[in-house]
């Protein structure tokens, strides 16, 4: 095997924002692009030279041609063996799953997450350390120090490499196993959960449910899972075939995004149980008949009943949330004597706090919840989680959510994104709010007496990094708070991301609409910022 030594220049914009590298397709196919990426990879992660990698993604536009790319530079770059998931898709909770069950060396994943798909959308590539999660920064700084700097990668000449026959071959001196992406991933949820309890459920037809994979990864998964091992009925699986371009849709699981199986939830003849997942399989929405249960609450609601589920029967050491979740799961922490960490955007910051065993359950407003089960969150899980939790409990999902208010109090919660705005007058309005923090505490908005004002800046309290500039925080001595933040994970502009909360502990007022509820929040949260003279913007693009 000949080894290629190709001459490349540095680009200077490859440093990875919330979740890898994300841009457009077509910056991915200008030449030398990815490769000089994926060769800042193998310089910075040394352990993969004679060991294994693994390889997948969430099947969009372009997939498969990065993973001929990468395997042909990995053969290059002497790793010992690559797993590739079989057609060259992996769910990203799979490949951690993966990447963890062999003791491999870490993983590459390729996926722009919930951004659309197609030769005009989004592509990314990230990579995931042996413990199965995304790369803290002190690797991802690494890697983008990296491509500043690069001049030559390493390839070999070959021709197509088969992705789709499952076995093992070799490529020069590494070995290729091509896997079936769902097994091992399969095999962990039943090691969770308690498949013949759901199985029973599914057959009595006491429940009725639709799963959305919005034509992305978790259509497989979910039919082998859902229909094939829990009998739920044949057609329970929605936009189940994986497409490069997501059938043109936005695979983001959310009420705007995913309408199609939130209009399925709602109404007289609405399901029981109605779920959605992202492009790679990370991000869950939940829904009941008649309700959406919000990120924030579905993360408290687990924790509360974790003791339900036979993979956390022992109990919870500890659970975490990213700053802008909302504060639901903290009183369940504090009920419960466990503790809880607030860590900035970004599943990343999790991994330390799992991997010492602080935390059991984690999640994010951003339609992420998981566990110590990966390194990652995991839609699927989610969904699993739930419908255990109803078979067990054996009562609708708004009774649930409700007798889970009462008992906690509701943390009301809406988020608005203003997408693709100028990247000046973001940056401006954030440093706006900014120099307006030392004299807000003490002083009333509308009535609402700020608590305390700050820039979030977390220490991790296991390496002792600092990860500051992490949001703005603004919260109300009634519980209440407006977080700013700009979006890591944009491809075009700057996106705003506004989130509103308020705490309400009285029963009586707790069914409320959350748009009424969350109005005077929304109004000072505007003011504040100057949003509409600052962006242009009288409305948000998205409300979730
Ligand atoms: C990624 C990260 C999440 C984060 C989300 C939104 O999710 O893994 O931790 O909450 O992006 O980030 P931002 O607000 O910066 O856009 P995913 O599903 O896109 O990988």
């Given amino acids: 095997m000949k080894i290629i030594t190709v001459t490349t220049q540095a680009f200077s914009d490859q440093r990875p924002g919330t979740s890898g590298l994300r841009k457009k397709v077509k910056q991915f196919q200008a030449p030398?692009?990815?490769?000089?990426?994926?060769?800042?990879?193998?310089?910075?992660?040394?352990?993969?030279?004679?060991?294994?990698?693994?390889?997948?993604?969430?099947?969009?536009?372009?997939?498969?041609?990065?993973?001929?790319?990468?395997?042909?530079?990995?053969?290059?770059?002497?790793?010992?063996?690559?797993?590739?998931?079989?057609?060259?898709l992996l769910s990203t909770p799979a490949a951690s799953c993966i990447i963890r069950k062999y003791k491999t060396n870490g993983g590459i994943i390729l996926s722009a997450s919930h951004n659309p798909g197609g030769p005009d959308a989004d592509f990314g590539i990230k990579f995931n350390t042996p413990n199965g999660g995304p790369a803290a920064e002190n690797v991802t700084e690494?890697?983008?120090?990296?491509?500043?700097?690069?001049?030559?990668?390493?390839?070999?000449?070959?021709?197509?490499?088969?992705?789709?026959?499952?076995?093992?071959?070799?490529?020069?001196?590494?070995?290729?196993?091509?896997i079936d992406p769902v097994a091992d991933y399969a095999a962990?949820?039943?090691?969770?959960?308690?498949?013949?309890?759901?199985?029973?459920?599914?057959?009595?037809?006491?429940?009725?449910?639709?799963?959305?994979?919005?034509?992305?990864?978790?259509?497989?998964?979910?039919?082998?899972?859902?229909?094939?091992?829990?009998?739920?009925?044949?057609?329970?699986?929605?936009?189940?075939?994986?497409?490069?371009?997501?059938?043109?849709?936005?695979?983001?699981?959310?009420?705007?995004?995913?309408?199609?199986?939130?209009?399925?939830?709602?109404?007289?003849?609405?399901?029981?149980?109605?779920?959605?997942?992202?492009?790679?399989?990370?991000?869950?929405?939940?829904?009941?008949?008649?309700?959406?249960?919000?990120?924030?609450?579905?993360l408290a609601v687990m924790a509360a009943n974790a003791h339900h589920i036979k993979g956390y029967a022992n109990g919870i050491s500890g659970v975490a949330r990213s700053m802008p979740t909302s504060q639901a799961v903290d009183r369940v922490a504090a009920a419960l004597g466990v503790d809880c960490y607030e860590t900035p955007t970004g599943w990343k910051?999790?991994?330390?706090?799992?991997?010492?065993?602080?935390?059991?359950?984690?999640?994010?407003?951003?339609?992420?919840?998981?566990?110590?089960?990966?390194?990652e969150k995991d839609g699927l899980w989610a969904v699993l989680f739930w419908l255990n939790l109803l078979a067990v409990r054996k009562q609708p999902v708004a009774k649930i959510v409700q007798q889970h208010w009462q008992r906690f109090g509701r943390n009301f919660y809406t988020r608005y994104d203003y997408e693709?705005?100028?990247?000046?007058?973001?940056?401006?309005?954030?440093?706006?709010l900014q120099m307006q923090l030392a004299g807000l505490p003490g002083t009333t908005l509308d009535?609402?007496?700020?608590?305390?004002?700050?820039?979030?800046?977390y220490t991790d309290p296991v390496d002792g990094s600092i990860s500051e500039n992490q949001g703005i925080r603004i919260g109300f001595t009634d519980g209440s708070r407006i977080v700013y933040r700009l979006s890591g994970t944009g491809t075009k502009g700057a996106t705003l991301r506004v989130y509103l909360e308020a705490f309400e502990p009285d029963p009586k007022k707790q069914r409320r609409e959350t748009a009424t509820v969350m109005q005077p929040l929304v109004e000072i949260a505007t003011a504040l910022a100057e949003i509409v003279s600052r962006t242009g913007r009288k409305e948000p693009t998205v409300i979730t």
């Fill in 32 to 88: 030398h692009y990815l490769e000089n990426f994926v060769q800042s990879i193998f310089d910075t992660q040394t352990e993969l030279k004679g060991g294994t990698l693994v390889l997948g993604g969430d099947g969009r536009y372009y997939n498969r041609q990065a993973i001929q790319v990468i395997l042909r530079m990995a053969a290059a770059n002497g790793v010992a063996r690559v797993m590739v998931g079989q057609g060259g």
């Fill in 142 to 178: 690494a890697i983008f120090a990296c491509t500043r700097k690069i001049s030559e990668y390493q390839t070999i000449a070959c021709g197509e490499i088969d992705l789709d026959t499952i076995g093992a071959r070799p490529l020069g001196e590494t070995r290729v196993d091509i």
């Fill in 188 to 298: 962990l949820m039943e090691h969770l959960f308690d498949f013949r309890r759901i199985k029973q459920m599914f057959d009595s037809g006491l429940l009725r449910m639709r799963f959305d994979a919005m034509h992305a990864i978790t259509g497989p998964y979910a039919k082998h899972i859902l229909e094939d091992t829990l009998g739920a009925e044949p057609g329970t699986v929605i936009n189940g075939d994986p497409k490069e371009d997501f059938g043109g849709g936005h695979p983001d699981p959310n009420l705007v995004h995913a309408h199609e199986v939130v209009a399925l939830s709602m109404g007289h003849n609405a399901v029981d149980f109605a779920a959605a997942s992202d492009g790679d399989g990370d991000r869950s929405m939940i829904l009941g008949r008649n309700i959406f249960v919000t990120p924030s609450d579905s």
């Fill in 420 to 432: 693709g705005i100028d990247t000046g007058a973001a940056n401006d309005l954030m440093t706006h």
């Fill in 447 to 457: 009535g609402y007496k700020v608590d305390y004002a700050d820039n979030f800046a």
């Fill in 349 to 375: 910051f999790f991994g330390n706090l799992l991997d010492a065993k602080r935390i059991t359950l984690c999640g994010e407003e951003s339609f992420g919840t998981g566990s110590d089960h990966v390194r």
